[in-house]
């Protein structure tokens, strides 16, 4: 099994509909985040979280939100979804013992917006 | 400002011909540099990284990337490549140390051809 868990998968939605996203991790670790993928555009952050009661905006967080349920689940929130939000989505986790920061990535979630 | 520059969108190789994927950093004190690897429909793995020490580290699968800290660079390569190692790859810095956040450039697509 996955060490970082990405439901769902693959999303279809349409313009103004809302839409959650879901993480889960059995690594243990403190710190996750959300990041989105775009073709030529690389890996941009959306939020990330050090704990369960710190939540940190990061490059793009607009139109976005999240909630820390519990250490091992991260959920990002698209209110309402525009075609623009339409990318890949991955989920990752670090331990603040890593002081370099190093990531563990989901498999993640891609999402359409009609 | 802080940022991570992938020189090229596309390397195109015949497979055992020798590569290298470059990647270079804004200048800073110190940080710390990764390169992850995507293989099609899947999420990020560590590649390699470059905390301290040795400026020449190397891979399993007999990738290596050198730091530089005068040319603040730390391009991939490898000798001979394989089919297998088509993918896009990914430079990654970490310039905050525990309270960072990776930044990642835009990706090079690497494409080996028989």
């Known amino acids: 099994d996955a060490d970082v868990t990405q439901t769902p998968r693959n999303r279809i939605t349409k313009t103004g509909k809302r839409i959650m996203l879901e993480c889960s991790q059995t690594?243990?670790?403190?710190?996750m985040y959300w990041y989105r993928q775009d073709p030529g555009l690389g890996l941009r952050l959306i939020y990330y979280?050090?704990?369960?009661?710190?939540?940190n905006k990061g490059e793009i967080s607009d139109g976005y939100s999240v909630s820390r349920q519990a250490q091992a689940k991260f959920s990002l929130s698209l209110e309402s979804a525009i075609p623009n939000q339409t990318a890949l989505y991955f989920c990752?986790?670090?331990?603040?013992?890593?002081?370099?920061?190093?990531?563990?990535f989901g498999e993640g979630s891609r999402l359409t917006v009609l | 400002a802080q940022s991570v520059t992938q020189l090229d969108s596309q390397v195109p190789v015949f497979e055992e011909a020798p590569v290298e994927l470059r990647c270079n950093y804004s200048?800073?004190?110190?940080?710390?540099l990764f390169w992850y690897v995507q293989y099609p429909n899947q999420g990020l793995q560590l590649l390699l990284k470059?905390?301290?020490?040795?400026?020449l580290v190397e891979s399993i699968n007999g990738f290596e990337a050198e730091f530089n800290k005068s040319q603040t660079s730390f391009h991939l390569r490898k000798p001979s490549v394989h089919i297998s190692d088509t993918a896009e790859y990914f430079c990654?810095?970490?310039?905050?140390?525990?309270?960072?956040?990776?930044?990642f450039g835009k990706g090079t697509k690497l494409s080996v051809k028989p």
């Open positions: 200048s800073s004190v110190s940080v710390y």
């Open positions: 690594k243990g670790h403190d710190r």
């Open positions: 979280s050090f704990d369960v009661k710190d939540i």
């Open positions: 470059y905390l301290s020490g040795s400026t």
């Open positions: 990752a986790t670090s331990d603040f013992r890593l002081r370099a920061g190093e990531l563990f």
């Open positions: 990654a810095v970490n310039y905050g140390g525990s309270q960072g956040n990776l930044i």
